[in-house]
């Protein structure tokens, strides 16, 4: 007996006419006139699934069999067999059908199998990983993690943990949550000698990281070439179907680099993920295309578009050249473009899409809308940073070279209103061995959101945090 997944029982792992047990979860019954029930059973493996055959024959037919219904979970032990029906090479002779658990009101179970809307599975966050599109996207998302961390081990990068619990605001833009200690903690709970946490457990304002970048350009004065990839949090108005109040962040960070570089490296990197995703859940990626307009998938075409990104080569454009071009195009814009204001996402998007028709950096932006570690560039005005456009969506990369001349971050800083004394150890980089570096941060929800051609950002992680959440 072969215990196999769904996958590999129907990519013929094993051989024809060898007994296999496959485990999961009913996705459809349908019985014959004949007596015999044809079962759909999916276990997460991959986006199809299994077909059991069960005659009639077996013990338990009449009083569980005919009770599968969507979502009951099972183990079927059989033969497996060369597909007769359509759609399927391989099926399972079932010679034993193990009922584990039976769905309790099947009328109401909500994972009915039909096309839900977005929002529908959205209040089922626990139960919405057991339809199809979810299925396909978490699949996604496991291939995209895994191409990112190869990416960068191929390259030579060193995967760096940052803290998520910090006391600096890595962007300086005061949109953090802050971690306050639990009332159960204070006063002391032991008399003698126990942990005596003062007024509070970190005995200074403790907040949730907006990004690991600080953390991570320390170790890049150290390792060379390093990235972090973990949960950031922000406390800004994400009442969006862009936004999250908390989503995971890549950021790599590369020394003796400058901002040409960081172009180079984020354009070789968003093609090696999509390659990966292209050959390892292209079957996801059509499954999520023939579903557009359905339910949570709003852009179709998805395969098409991912391959001519990894064809295309990303054209650089100056941020003041950008402006211009938006300015000369004959287009209404709601937002006027002006020097000195940031792109909009209207922008952006007419940009990668009608006006240039392919991926597109942007540099060189006026040091007032950019974070205070931007290094500033010789005409005084700009900073040497670059947002990567992508067709479809809009700003899907954010990064800069840093700003590694100490005199010249503190007077930013200053510029900023913020106090060089609280970025002590940051400050320190400069004064022992600092060297010009750079790197970018990729919003990973984004990517998804653009692969799987998703309406809404809270489908591209399992459980979205968003003002007024409140379960799950
Ligand atoms: O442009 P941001 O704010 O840049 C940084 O945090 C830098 N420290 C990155 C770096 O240079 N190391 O954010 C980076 C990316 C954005 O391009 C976007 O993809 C994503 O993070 N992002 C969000 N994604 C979901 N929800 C939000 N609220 C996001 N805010 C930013
Ligand atoms: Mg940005």
Same mark, same amino acid.
């Given at each position: 007996?072969?215990?196999?997944?769904?996958?590999?029982?129907?990519?013929?792992?094993? #051989?024809?006419?060898?007994?296999?047990?496959?485990?999961?979860?009913?996705?459809?019954?349908?019985?014959?006139?004949?007596?015999?029930?044809?079962?759909?059973?999916?276990?997460? @493996?991959?986006?199809?699934?299994?077909?059991?055959?069960?005659?009639?024959?077996?013990?338990?037919?009449?009083?569980?069999?005919?009770?599968?219904?969507?979502?009951?979970?099972?183990?079927?032990?059989?033969?497996?067999?060369?597909?007769?029906?359509?759609? *399927?090479?391989?099926?399972?002779?079932?010679?034993?059908?193990?009922?584990?658990?039976?769905?309790?009101?099947?009328?109401?179970?909500?994972?009915?199998?039909? *096309?839900?809307?977005?929002?529908?599975?959205?209040?089922?966050?626990?139960?919405?990983?057991?339809?199809?599109?979810?299925?396909?996207?978490?699949?996604?998302?496991?291939?995209?993690?895994?191409?990112?961390?190869?990416?960068?081990?191929?390259?030579?990068?060193?995967?760096?943990?940052?803290?998520?619990?910090?006391?600096?605001?890595? #962007?300086?833009?005061? *949109?953090?949550?802050?971690?306050?200690?639990?009332?159960?903690?204070?006063?002391?709970?032991?008399?003698?000698?126990?942990? +005596?946490?003062?007024?509070?457990?970190?005995?200074?304002?403790?907040?949730?990281?907006?990004?690991?970048?600080?953390?991570?350009?320390?170790? %890049?004065?150290?390792? @060379?070439?390093?990235?972090?990839?973990?949960?950031?949090?922000?406390?800004?108005?994400?009442?969006?179907?862009?936004?999250?109040?908390?989503?995971?962040?890549?950021?790599?960070?590369?020394?003796?680099?400058?901002?040409?570089? +960081?172009?180079?490296?984020?354009?070789?990197?968003?093609?090696?993920?999509?390659?990966?995703?292209?050959?390892?859940?292209? +079957?996801?990626?059509?499954?999520?295309?023939?579903?557009?307009?359905?339910?949570?998938?709003?852009?179709?075409?998805?395969?098409?578009?991912?391959?001519?990104?990894?064809?295309?080569?990303?054209?650089?454009?100056?941020?003041? +050249?950008?402006?211009?071009?938006?300015?000369?195009?004959?287009?209404?814009? #709601?937002?006027?473009?002006?020097?000195?204001?940031?792109?909009?996402?209207?922008?952006?998007?007419?940009?990668?899409?009608?006006?240039?028709?392919?991926?597109?950096?942007?540099?060189?932006?006026?040091?007032?809308?950019?974070?205070?570690?931007?290094?500033?560039?010789?005409?005084?005005?700009?900073?040497?940073?670059?947002?990567?456009?992508?067709?479809?969506?809009?700003?899907?990369?954010?990064?800069?070279?840093?700003?590694?001349?100490?005199?010249?971050?503190?007077?930013?800083?200053?510029?900023?209103?913020?106090?060089?004394?609280?970025?002590?150890?940051?400050?320190?980089?400069?004064?022992?061995?600092?060297?010009?570096?750079?790197?970018?941060?990729?919003?990973?929800?984004?990517?998804?959101?653009?692969? %799987?051609?998703?309406?809404?950002?809270?489908?591209?992680?399992?459980?979205?945090?968003?003002?007024?959440?409140? *379960?799950?």
């Amino acid at each position: 007996m072969h215990v196999v997944s769904v996958k590999e029982a129907l990519e013929g792992k094993v #051989e024809v006419g060898s007994k296999v047990e496959v485990r999961g979860w009913v996705r459809t019954r349908r019985d014959s006139k004949a007596g015999i029930s044809f079962i759909h059973v999916t276990d997460g @493996s991959c986006q199809a699934p299994i077909q059991a055959v069960a005659p009639n024959t077996l013990g338990n037919y009449q009083n569980e069999v005919l009770h599968l219904t969507t979502g009951a979970s099972l183990i079927v032990r059989g033969t497996l067999v060369q597909s007769q029906g359509k759609g *399927q090479a391989f099926e399972i002779q079932a010679d034993e059908v193990v009922v584990l658990g039976l769905v309790d009101d099947p009328e109401t179970y909500p994972l009915q199998p039909k *096309q839900h809307t977005a929002e529908f599975l959205r209040e089922q966050a626990h139960l919405r990983p057991r339809s199809n599109s979810f299925g396909a996207i978490t699949r996604i998302r496991h291939a995209a993690a895994m191409a990112i961390h190869r990416f960068f081990t191929e390259q030579g990068f060193v995967w760096v943990n940052t803290p998520i619990v910090t006391a600096s605001d890595a #962007e300086g833009a005061g *949109q953090m949550f802050r971690v306050s200690t639990l009332d159960a903690l204070k006063p002391p709970r032991t008399p003698e000698g126990g942990v +005596d946490f003062g007024q509070d457990f970190f005995r200074k304002e403790a907040y949730l990281t907006v990004s690991g970048q600080l953390n991570v350009e320390a170790y %890049c004065m150290a390792m @060379s070439k390093v990235y972090t990839f973990g949960p950031t949090f922000r406390a800004e108005n994400s009442n969006t179907t862009r936004h999250l109040a908390e989503f995971w962040m890549i950021e790599p960070e590369i020394a003796f680099a400058n901002l040409s570089d +960081d172009a180079e490296l984020a354009e070789a990197f968003l093609k090696a993920i999509f390659k990966a995703v292209l050959n390892e859940r292209r +079957d996801d990626l059509a499954f999520l295309d023939s579903t557009v307009g359905k339910g949570i998938v709003t852009q179709g075409g998805l395969i098409a578009r991912l391959e001519a990104f990894v064809q295309s080569s990303f054209e650089r454009v100056d941020y003041t +050249d950008a402006i211009e071009m938006l300015k000369k195009s004959k287009k209404k814009f #709601e937002f006027a473009p002006e020097w000195g204001n940031d792109l909009q996402t209207e922008h952006e998007r007419f940009l990668a899409e009608e006006h240039i028709g392919r991926p597109v950096v942007v540099m060189n932006y006026p040091e007032q809308i950019k974070a205070f570690y931007m290094r500033m560039n010789d005409d005084g005005k700009t900073v040497a940073a670059m947002d990567v456009l992508a067709p479809g969506i809009g700003e899907i990369i954010g990064g800069s070279q840093r700003e590694e001349r100490l005199d010249m971050l503190d007077a930013r800083m200053r510029k900023m209103n913020l106090e060089p004394e609280h970025y002590g150890w940051y400050r320190d980089l400069r004064r022992y061995g600092s060297v010009p570096h750079a790197g970018f941060g990729l919003g990973f929800e984004r990517l998804l959101v653009y692969i %799987c051609g998703l309406g809404n950002i809270r489908d591209a992680i399992p459980y979205p945090r968003v003002p007024g959440w409140a *379960q799950f």
